[in-house]
C-alpha cells in the first residue's frame, strides 16, 4: 500500500494520538500526547492530507465522563496540534456502550464510512491507523485501508492476532511513509 496516494487518514484517538489507559481517559488532565503523534499531524497536513479522528468514547455511556469534558479533551488536543503546525480536519466519536448495538462504534463502519462521506474521499483514498483489531476492522467493514502502530493495544493487537495490514511503530512513521521518495 503507497500511503502517499491516500488523500484521507483517519485516525484513532486513543493509544494512537495520546496514551492509553485501561481505567479510560477521563480528563483533559489525563489526556497526554504521545510524542511524535502531534508532529506527525502536522507532516499529514503539509502532505496536503485530510486529518480526521474517528474515536469510541465508551466512558460517556458508562457515566465516566461528560461530553463537555470529551469537548475539553479534544480542545486540548487541537491547540497543542495547532502548536506544532498541525491541525485535525474533523472528529467524530461514539459515545455508546459495547451492547448499545449502535452502527457508529468500531468495529462497526459508520464513523469511518461517515467521514468518507463527509469529505467526498472514495475508500480507495482513505486509510484508517488504528492500535487495535475494532479499528481494522471498521476500516475493512467500510471498504478502506488500515495500518496498525504498536503504541497504545498495538504491540498486543499484533501478538493476539494475525495481522495481515501494515505495522508501523507509531503514528509519526505512518506520516513519515506518507512522503514520496523522489
Do not use: Y
Amino acid at each position: 500500500m503507497d500511503l502517499s496516494t491516500k488523500k484521507l487518514f483517519i485516525l484513532d484517538r486513543d493509544g494512537v494520538i495520546n496514551f492509553d489507559s485501561p481505567d479510560f481517559i477521563k480528563s483533559e488532565d489525563e489526556w497526554l500526547p504521545i510524542p511524535g503523534s502531534l508532529e506527525a499531524i502536522s507532516l499529514l497536513n503539509d502532505a496536503g492530507k485530510i486529518v480526521a479522528v474517528a474515536t469510541n468514547q465508551s466512558g460517556i455511556a458508562r457515566g465516566l465522563f461528560s461530553e463537555d469534558t470529551l469537548d475539553a479533551m479534544h480542545r486540548k488536543m487541537v491547540i497543542m496540534a495547532h502548536e506544532v503546525g498541525g491541525h485535525i480536519d474533523l472528529m467524530v466519536h461514539c459515545p455508546h456502550g459495547p451492547n448499545d448495538n449502535c452502527a457508529c462504534r468500531k468495529p462497526k463502519p459508520g464513523l469511518v464510512s461517515g467521514l468518507c462521506q463527509h469529505f467526498s474521499i472514495e475508500p480507495e483514498d482513505a486509510v484508517l491507523v488504528g492500535d487495535s483489531l475494532r479499528d481494522l476492522q471498521a476500516a475493512t467493514s467500510a471498504g478502506i485501508d488500515s495500518v496498525l502502530v504498536k503504541t497504545g493495544k498495538g504491540e498486543q493487537t499484533l501478538a493476539d492476532n494475525d495481522i495481515t495490514q501494515p505495522v508501523f511503530a507509531n503514528l509519526l512513521a505512518v506520516a513519515s511513509a506518507t512522503v514520496p521518495k523522489h
